[in-house]
């Protein structure tokens, strides 16, 4: 099993590298990718050091699956390339989320849409990944017909120059590359990718259209507000959800208790309730603060929390090779 990780180097993909080691993916040759600069170092998995190659060379050593997280335009220059070569291409960039012609997979949610002739197969923004975990459920049951979310992302999801900027003002240091337009350290950025006309943030339009087309229903309204907090481990959303059904609070607590992947962490009376410090470093989706909103008959609210690096990026990503794995298809 030869697999490729494309930005081997960087926050996402040395996350995919301990990911497939942590899962025992059956990797028999690693086959690290990252730009020109960074070709020649080595990268260590499993007590073995393999060295850094170049797009062109990885495409020529015909991986089995590889597993893209170097930014949209280098997925749009060299994933149908891979491709071609036969192998499966696993996106984590924007490139081809809204594709028709592409897949957008969460494996616990939608996992069975996939065909052995998806050879490349896109990873959802990680803000959706969290919230559709929690989201399709609660659909198959009690039919969702509005969502609101707001969400409290950690600057990881912003790469390392994010971090960089965060560390650098809470040491106190003067002059530093800035990568905000705002200081980030004890502030709160509602702006998380960029504006567009209409207002909205192309993270919150992502949101939305990537939920209804993992969900496969367009008829979910959503609306989002991304928000970027100066914290390391996660993102956190407030998510108020309206039913076509009505329901009972034991009911919903049933039905995401028995979700794959979705932990329940919801006993307020001892201050047990999801947060990032705690979700850091897991694999799975954490919701709590779950309660009725009487403001509305049938909707209720909850908080859900995940470590974005892992099941929003690394471990998602590893889920679906271990899929294709699974079908027989590499």
Known sequence: MKVAVVGATGLVGSTI???LADRNFPVTELIPVASERSVGKTITFKDKSYPVVSLATAVAMKPD???????????????????????YVVDNSSAWRMDPSKKLVVPEVNGTVLAPEDRIIANPNCSTIQMVMVLKPLHDVFRISR???????????????????????????????R???HPIHMNVLPHIDVFTDDGYTKEEIKMIRE??????????????????????????????IEFEKPF??????????????????????NNLYPMPIAAFR?????????RRDYSLPNAMNCWIVADNLKK??????VQIAEYLHRQGWI
Do not use: C
């Open 248 to 269: 009972e609070m034991e009911q919903v607590l049933d039905v995401l208790k028995a979700a794959p992947g979705v932990v329940v962490q919801d006993d307020v009376i």
């Open 312 to 317: 929003g990026a690394a471990t998602n990503a």
């Open 65 to 87: 699956v590889a597993l893209f997280s170097a930014g949209g335009q280098t997925s749009l220059e060299w994933a149908e390339q891979f491709a071609d070569a036969g192998t």
């Open 179 to 181: 990568f905000y337009p």
């Open 211 to 240: 939920t209804q087309k993992i969900m496969g229903d367009d008829t979910i309204r959503v609306t989002a507000t991304t928000v970027r907090v100066p914290v390391m481990g996660g993102h956190s959303e407030s998510v108020n």
């Open 282 to 290: 897991k694999d799975e989706v954490f919701v709590g603060r779950i």
């Open 17 to 19: 590298i301990q990911t």
């Open 147 to 177: 969502v609101v979310v707001s969400t409290y992302q950690s600057v990881t999801g912003s790469g390392q120059k994010g971090v960089d900027h965060l560390m650098s003002e809470q040491q106190g240091q003067q002059e530093f590359s």
